[in-house]
Structure formats: structure tokens, C-alpha cells
């Protein structure tokens, strides 16, 4: 067992092609270490933009029916009293 590791520990074939990897892999992963920072910010950006754009739906506009015009507070085809159907203004309203 002595005997296997001595040679091992004086054998150099292989040193320069494993150097050679060693180098590669550290520059490939440090790549990816900056890729993926950067997606990660480009992500956090449109998420961002996704926020401010359901802040900036205003949600106050409402349609709350047909005022048939008569001032009575009805809606709809109800005449309130007066025999015109619902068809005096008209207008849409919201309140």
C-alpha cells in the first residue's frame, strides 16, 4: 500500500491536463455565478414592473346600472309612478 502511494504521489503524466480542467471548470463556474446574478436581477426587474403595473390600475370606475331618469332613485325599466316606462334621461350612472 506504501509502495502504491509513492508512486502515485511521484507520478506527474496527468498533472498538466488535470490543471488545464481544474482552470476551465473554475472559470465556467464562476460564469455561471454572474449569469445568474444577472438573470436574477433581470427577473427582479419585470417583477417589478408587473407591481407598479397592478398599482396603477385604478379600480374606482364602478357601473352601478340605468337611471331611468325620474328622480325617484329607481332603476331600470321601474317608471316610479309616472306611465313612461323608463324611457325619460336614461342615463347611465354610478355612484
Do not use: H, K, P, W
Amino acid at each position: 500500500m506504501q509502495n502504491l502511494f509513492s508512486r502515485l504521489y511521484r507520478e506527474e503524466e496527468g498533472f498538466i491536463i488535470s490543471a488545464e480542467l481544474i482552470l476551465i471548470a473554475t472559470i465556467v463556474v464562476l460564469s455561471m455565478i454572474v449569469g445568474l446574478a444577472e438573470v436574477g436581477a433581470a427577473i427582479n426587474n419585470e417583477l417589478t414592473d408587473v407591481s407598479q403595473a397592478f398599482e396603477a390600475v385604478n379600480g374606482s370606475d364602478r357601473y352601478d346600472g340605468y337611471d331611468n331618469g325620474d328622480d325617484s332613485g329607481s332603476f331600470g325599466n321601474n317608471n316610479g309612478g309616472n306611465g313612461n316606462n323608463g324611457s325619460s334621461g336614461g342615463d347611465i350612472v354610478a355612484y
